[in-house]
């Protein structure tokens, strides 16, 4: 093993609270996917009379550069961690809103590989309560993103009720201006913490490219990084296209011309619907095991989804809408119980930390690739069936399909993640290089190590020193007893 040395304690933050500092920025994430589509919706109200304004061009386009920075950012950061003005036309800012939300997109993409692994790293910490380590990363990560959704549905609403509907261009400002207070209060959490202890032992960032173990890394992790990746691809394929759904339930529940307080209330209870699957999830994943739980999780999906389809015409309709919602909102909540927590959990622990920021990001990234392959493919797929019940419950069908195939993949594919798994996992990955002619000895950031060390100690909040300096003084000092 390599010498390191661990990081100057910095008061403030306790071992679980390091979890939540590392996954909590996904609650931003959370609610800047969840809030666009409001504001969406409210600039469609009041440009839609702009004259040569393209509104459905601008929504697919908003769209599409959200997926694409989202994408960038999981793959630039994945490795990292292992301008459109006004114009003073409507059209300007609306081509600025564009370019931002692709800025956007890129800090989401860059927060799954950086946050989430640093959370889960920090979950097998020796002081972190047996038994509650799945749990501790599902709640700061996922559960997170789910909350997200809530507030972000419930703060337009809030500003809508406060400024009326003669203010819409206050609401939707409002309600983006207001997306910026999470991430800064994360912000400065974060600066007081410093990387896990298992990232400055096991990191290889001093390995320089040509002596980078590439083949040996694909050749042991390519089957679980595919089926991990195909998984999370049908599963954001699915979850993103099903959202057109809540509006289907909208509209026939308050009609075209409810008030557009009771529209966004609604919107309030079906993001709502996220919720219990995911803290009932992160209470079972323990005691279930990650795999075994989003399996079962997928497979009552697909169960759930089949129901749907094949009662579709009985329950849409506005005598059991409610009949409706709350099977669409139980099928939601599955997918939130099993594949929600799960996949983000297995993507992070299936892998040495050597790498594990580059195989989560990209991951992810495939993840969100189905989503954007989803969000543009089911509209198309809906067009294939003939129009009537079949082509509103079609969907279901190949989404219940597809469901009981990631289940599939997962249970035959994806390695279990016991308690502890990510310490074995650096144990054999270390056994497994040296075992093949790797230099064990130039993983860790020894050298960081020493330094911030040095510097730590002149500001005198060094509690643990360099093993190797320690060894050479206690021997230069037995030389000149002797």
Excluded at 32 to 51: A, C, M, R, S
Excluded at 207 to 228: E, H, M, N, Q, S
Excluded at 305 to 332: E, N, R, V
Aim: aromatic content about 12%; charged content about 15%; overall charge neutral.
């Amino acid at each position: 093993m390599t010498d390191t040395v661990q990081a100057p304690h910095r008061r403030g933050l306790g071992k679980v609270g390091l979890i939540f500092a590392c996954g909590t920025a996904l609650f931003s994430d959370g609610y800047q996917n969840g809030v666009i589509g409001t504001v969406n919706t409210l600039i469609k109200i009041i440009y839609k009379d702009t004259p040569g304004l393209n509104l459905k061009r601008y929504s697919t386009t908003f769209s599409s550069l959200a997926f694409a920075g989202t994408v960038a950012g999981m793959l630039i950061f994945g490795l990292l961690a292992g301008a459109y003005g006004a114009g003073g036309s409507v059209g300007g800012m609306l081509a600025a809103l564009s370019a931002y939300r692709f800025l956007i997109g890129i800090g989401i993409g860059a927060e799954y590989p950086a946050g989430s692994v640093a959370a889960s790293e920090n979950t097998e910490d020796p002081g972190i309560k047996s038994g509650t380590q799945h749990m501790l990363f599902a709640l700061a990560t996922n559960v997170m993103i789910d909350w997200g959704f809530v507030i972000s549905a419930f703060t337009p609403l809030v500003l809508l009720w406060i400024f009326g509907e003669d203010h819409l261009r206050i609401v939707w400002r409002g309600s983006l201006a207001l997306g910026t207070i999470p991430p800064l209060l994360v912000l400065f959490w974060r600066m007081r913490m410093h990387e896990p202890e298992r990232f400055r032992k096991e990191s290889m960032k001093h390995v320089g490219w040509k002596d980078f173990p590439v083949w040996l890394i694909v050749k042991r992790y390519w089957l679980r990084f595919t089926a991990i990746s195909l998984a999370w691809f049908i599963y954001d394929f699915i979850t993103y296209p099903f959202g057109i759904y809540s509006s289907t339930i909208t509209t026939t529940i308050i009609g075209d011309s409810a008030p557009l307080t009771t529209s966004l209330g609604w919107n309030v209870v079906i993001n709502l619907f996220y919720i219990p699957g995911c803290m009932i999830g992160a209470l079972l994943v323990d005691r279930v095991k990650p795999r075994m739980l989003m399996t079962i999780a997928l497979l009552l999906q697909a169960v759930f989804g089949f129901a749907m389809s094949g009662a579709y015409t009985y329950f849409a309709t506005p005598a059991h809408i409610a009949g409706f919602t709350i099977m669409y909102g139980i099928f939601l909540s599955f997918g939130e119980m099993g594949p929600g927590n799960c996949l983000g959990l297995l993507a992070s622990k299936s892998s040495p930390t050597a790498f594990r920021g580059v195989f989560y990001g990209c991951a992810a990234a495939i993840g969100k690739v189905g989503a954007f392959a989803g969000t543009w493919a089911f509209p198309a797929i809906i067009d294939r069936f003939p129009a009537g019940p079949k082509q509103d419950s079609g969907p279901f069908w190949i989404g219940s399909g597809l469901a009981i195939l990631s289940a599939a993949i997962t249970f035959f594919f994806i390695p279990e993640v016991p308690e502890n798994h990510m310490t074995n996992e650096d144990i054999k990955f270390r056994e497994y290089l040296a075992a093949n002619g790797f230099d064990v000895s130039l993983m860790g950031l020894k050298d960081e190590g020493m330094i911030e060390s040095h510097i730590a100690k002149d500001k005198g909040e060094v509690t643990d020193v360099v093993r190797d300096a320690s060894s050479e003084e206690n021997d230069k000092k037995g030389t000149e007893a002797v």
